[in-house]
């Protein structure tokens, strides 16, 4: 049981390029997420899904897309990297809404760099 | 929509002693609280976690207190270790049925330095 995991651990970007990162999670959850950490920002949720095939805006949507086509995966796409959208991208998993007291699961994170 | 404010930025303890990190949320409608602690290039892992309907809740030498009138809640760390280094944030979400999704807004996080 592997947890949440994220695919890659690092990567260097050009201003301009594009990349996906990949989340995936053996829990069988049905609630995805998508955050950002920034120094002295905390997290900020990007993108999330409450379901195969749903996806919803979060704080910071600008610049991102994202797809949830298999339950256990959700990719976060860049489609014009900005050297503001350097940051640690953290994916998280949980059952159910937050207000339910369901525990967000976080992945390792992937540490973007973009020059 | 929600706003968490999160004091202090840093904090510096002696071990053994008590650490109280303190949070703020601007919706009245929040009801739950959790706490996340991360550690240096590690991922955020919840340690503890309130409903509106609580006062407080304990696991062992973590606490957390709410003070819905006031719209705020702490945590306690009693009798620190140095492992209890790390950064630490408070969350706030609303959720209803049918309503609100209930997405965690967090606070910008306490960094804990415990010296031995």
């Known amino acids: 049981n592997a947890g949440v995991t994220q695919t890659p651990k690092f990567r260097v970007l050009k201003t301009g390029q594009s990349m996906t990162l990949l989340c995936a999670q053996d829990?069988?959850?049905?609630?995805m997420y998508w955050y950002r950490q920034d120094p002295g920002m905390g997290l900020r949720l990007i993108h999330y899904?409450?379901?195969?095939?749903?996806?919803a805006k979060g704080e910071v949507p600008d610049g991102y897309n994202v797809s949830r086509l298999k339950k256990q995966n959700f990719l976060l796409g860049l489609e014009s990297a900005a050297p503001s959208q350097t940051s640690v991208y953290f994916c998280?998993?949980?059952?159910?809404?937050?207000?339910?007291?369901?525990?967000?699961?976080f992945g390792p994170g992937t540490r973007l760099l973009v020059l | 929509g929600e706003n968490v404010e999160q004091h202090p930025s840093t904090l510096s303890v002696q071990e053994g002693d008590s650490a109280v990190i303190k949070c703020t949320y601007s919706?009245?409608?929040?009801?739950?609280f959790p706490w996340y602690k991360q550690e240096l290039g590690k991922r955020p892992q919840l340690i503890i976690d309130?409903?509106?309907?609580?006062g407080e809740k304990k696991d062992q030498r973590i606490a957390v207190t709410l003070n819905k009138t006031a719209k705020h809640f702490s945590l306690h760390i009693t009798e620190t270790q140095p492992e209890d280094s790390a950064v630490y944030f408070c969350?706030?979400?609303?959720?209803?049925?049918?309503?609100?999704?209930?997405?965690?807004?967090f606070g910008k996080g306490t960094k804990l330095s415990v010296k031995p």
């Open positions: 899904s409450v379901g195969e095939g749903t996806t």
């Open positions: 969350a706030a979400s609303i959720w209803n049925y049918g309503g609100s999704q209930g997405n965690l807004i």
């Open positions: 829990m069988n959850h049905e609630y």
């Open positions: 309130i409903r509106s309907n609580v």
């Open positions: 998280a998993s949980s059952y159910g809404p937050a207000g339910v007291q369901e525990t967000q699961y």
């Open positions: 919706d009245s409608a929040s009801n739950y």
